[in-house]
């Protein structure tokens, strides 16, 4: 009984490949599916790019790895609804991506199918996460808010201030969710604009590039802290620093210590950030229906902290 089973199954085999020769058959190198959005066409493909090399069958990885190529041609990510530096509201910005699922059933039903086509590539509307209406909502009530001091004749650590201030600003937390410095920030690079400051606060980490980062992360520390938001990681340095009080501080480092802390509120938190002046300011704000539990949180020092060159204390002034 085995064996007539397994004949079964290759006779099963054999009709198939025999089927798929059949439709392949009058195939030749011109007979190619063109996908086109509008009267652009976008990309194409032949049922050999389709096939196992050895059997003319459809190949349900190479179709998969063409979705992708698909996708990645028209994709567009949405924007999120923001506040401008001068306090105007940019709205959103709708976004577009592929329907896999239909593009799937056309480039199958062009497979076995006689001759060459061409399709429209199926798309889809990706709305943004933040659309003016929630934002509008959701910065109608301060409820944290913190203030650090440097000193902006660092040049190089302020513009790293700078930088990290605007990734974390705009940032729209929903009720569950968390948020990572580290993920939102990404990797301090200098193709990210980042650059070295060799003159940095006594204590502070320094990453080589993105010197001053760690001010940052420790002002957002302090006002989520004063927000009542769920502190979920956070480290601290070896030593003080002195731009915020003992203890006070949360230390970041690409691959190593990162700032985490979630949203334990049923409404969405937003952040905002603002660097001018020789201050970093964060502030936290939400609907006015939030019934939210702030903390006590001791302000940071007015005075500019010391800063160490090559081993030498300078006072910043």
Same mark, same amino acid.
């Given at each position: *009984?085995?064996?007539?089973?397994?004949?079964?199954?290759?006779?099963?085999?054999?009709?198939?490949?025999?089927?798929?020769?059949?439709?392949?058959?009058?195939?030749?190198?011109e007979d190619?599916?063109?996908?086109?959005?509008?009267?652009?066409?976008?990309?194409?493909?032949?049922?050999?790019?389709?096939?196992y090399?050895?059997?003319?069958?459809?190949?349900?990885?190479?179709?998969?790895?063409?979705?992708?190529?698909?996708?990645?041609?028209?994709?567009?990510?949405?924007?999120?609804?923001?506040?401008g530096?001068?306090?105007?509201?940019?709205?959103?910005?709708?976004?577009?991506?592929?329907?896999?699922?239909?593009?799937?059933?056309?480039?199958?039903?062009?497979?076995?199918?006689?001759? #060459?086509?061409?399709?429209?590539?199926?798309?889809?509307?990706?709305? &943004?996460?933040?659309?003016?209406?929630?934002l509008?909502?959701?910065?109608?009530?301060?409820?944290?808010?913190?203030?650090?001091y440097?000193?902006?004749r660092?040049?190089?650590?302020?513009?790293?201030?700078?930088?990290?201030?605007?990734?974390?600003?705009?940032?729209?937390?929903f009720?569950?969710? #968390?948020?990572?410095?580290?993920?939102?920030?990404?990797?301090?690079?200098?193709?990210?604009?980042?650059?070295?400051a060799?003159?940095?606060v006594?204590?502070?980490?320094?990453?080589?590039?993105?010197?001053?980062?760690?001010?940052?992360?420790?002002?957002?520390?302090?006002?989520?802290?004063? $927000?009542?938001?769920?502190?979920?990681?956070?480290?601290?340095?070896?030593?003080?620093?002195?731009y915020?009080?003992?203890?006070?501080?949360?230390?970041?480092?690409?691959?190593?210590?990162?700032?985490?802390?979630?949203? &334990?509120?049923?409404?969405p938190?937003?952040?905002?950030?603002?660097?001018?002046?020789? *201050?970093?300011?964060?502030?936290?704000?939400?609907?006015?229906?939030?019934?939210?539990?702030?903390?006590?949180? &001791?302000?940071?020092?007015?005075?500019? &902290?010391?800063?160490?060159k090559?081993?030498?204390?300078?006072? $910043?002034?």
């Amino acid at each position: *009984m085995k064996w007539i089973s397994l004949t079964g199954i290759w006779l099963s085999i054999g009709l198939l490949i025999i089927q798929a020769g059949g439709m392949l058959h009058h195939d030749s190198s011109e007979d190619r599916l063109n996908l086109k959005k509008g009267e652009e066409t976008i990309a194409s493909v032949t049922r050999s790019d389709l096939s196992y090399t050895a059997f003319p069958l459809l190949d349900e990885e190479k179709l998969e790895q063409w979705l992708q190529h698909v996708h990645d041609q028209v994709y567009r990510e949405p924007i999120n609804a923001a506040i401008g530096s001068g306090g105007e509201l940019r709205p959103g910005e709708n976004g577009q991506g592929l329907d896999k699922e239909r593009m799937s059933e056309q480039i199958k039903a062009f497979f076995y199918s006689r001759g #060459s086509a061409e399709i429209q590539i199926p798309i889809i509307i990706l709305y &943004p996460k933040v659309d003016s209406e929630l934002l509008l909502t959701i910065m109608e009530k301060p409820i944290g808010s913190y203030v650090t001091y440097f000193n902006s004749r660092n040049k190089n650590r302020a513009h790293n201030i700078v930088l990290a201030a605007k990734a974390i600003n705009n940032a729209v937390l929903f009720p569950g969710e #968390s948020f990572s410095f580290n993920g939102t920030v990404g990797m301090r690079t200098a193709e990210k604009g980042y650059v070295r400051a060799p003159i940095i606060v006594r204590g502070e980490l320094s990453e080589g590039i993105g010197g001053g980062i760690c001010q940052v992360s420790s002002t957002l520390f302090n006002a989520i802290d004063r $927000a009542g938001l769920k502190i979920v990681e956070r480290y601290s340095h070896s030593r003080h620093v002195a731009y915020v009080p003992p203890g006070r501080d949360a230390t970041v480092s690409w691959g190593g210590p990162d700032f985490v802390f979630s949203n &334990p509120y049923n409404q969405p938190i937003l952040i905002r950030t603002w660097v001018n002046g020789g *201050m970093v300011t964060v502030s936290i704000f939400s609907s006015e229906t939030i019934q939210h539990s702030p903390r006590v949180v &001791p302000g940071a020092s007015q005075d500019v &902290p010391e800063e160490i060159k090559d081993g030498a204390i300078e006072k $910043a002034g």
